[in-house]
């Protein structure tokens, strides 16, 4: 016995037809959980080398982790790339990972960014990025990222930090990280 058709659609029952939207749906959805769960086995199969002393093993499985767009993966990978642990040393590589991570509102990539612009690490030094990559962690509610942002405003002269403060929010409004509390 034939069940009901829906009115005004050809070809096929409406109930056959979102039982098999849903399970398309379904499996759709258990891959996506599975591929990040394998994602976040892999980083923490890669930190637990790290904490047991293979940090090179941890450095490459990073790398690749990395390379398929594994933000949490980018920053470990920079903090090698920083220390020299694992990698050769190259702070070029790290402040290029940082910012990576950071144009993805990972906000201690944002405030590592931060850090390299102040100092001149891996980027040119530059104290009005720094300023705008301090305003958007602290934005995420990083206080040392907020007290650091403060103690270079105290430091740039009135026109500097207006244009600082542009930058950050040029970024704030490009990234769309979230919590904009603003800066000094």
Known sequence: MAGPRSSGRAGGRLPERLAAAAGVLFWAGLMVAAFANTADADFA?????????????????????????????????????????????????AAKLYRQAARSCHPVAQLNLGDFFLTGRGVPEDALRAYAW???????????????????????????????????ERLRAELRCGGETGGR
């Open 134 to 168: 301090f305003a958007l962690a602290a934005d995420q509610g990083r206080r040392w990222a907020a007290g650091q942002r403060d103690e270079l405003a105290d430091r740039l002269a009135e026109t500097q930090l207006l244009e600082a403060r542009r930058l950050a």
């Open 45 to 93: 199969g890669a930190a637990a080398q790290y904490d047991g002393g293979d940090i090179g093993e941890a450095a490459r499985e990073w790398q690749r982790l990395a390379k398929a767009g594994d933000i949490e993966a980018m920053v470990a990978l920079a903090e090698l790339y920083t220390s020299g642990q694992g990698v050769e040393r190259d702070l070029g590589q």
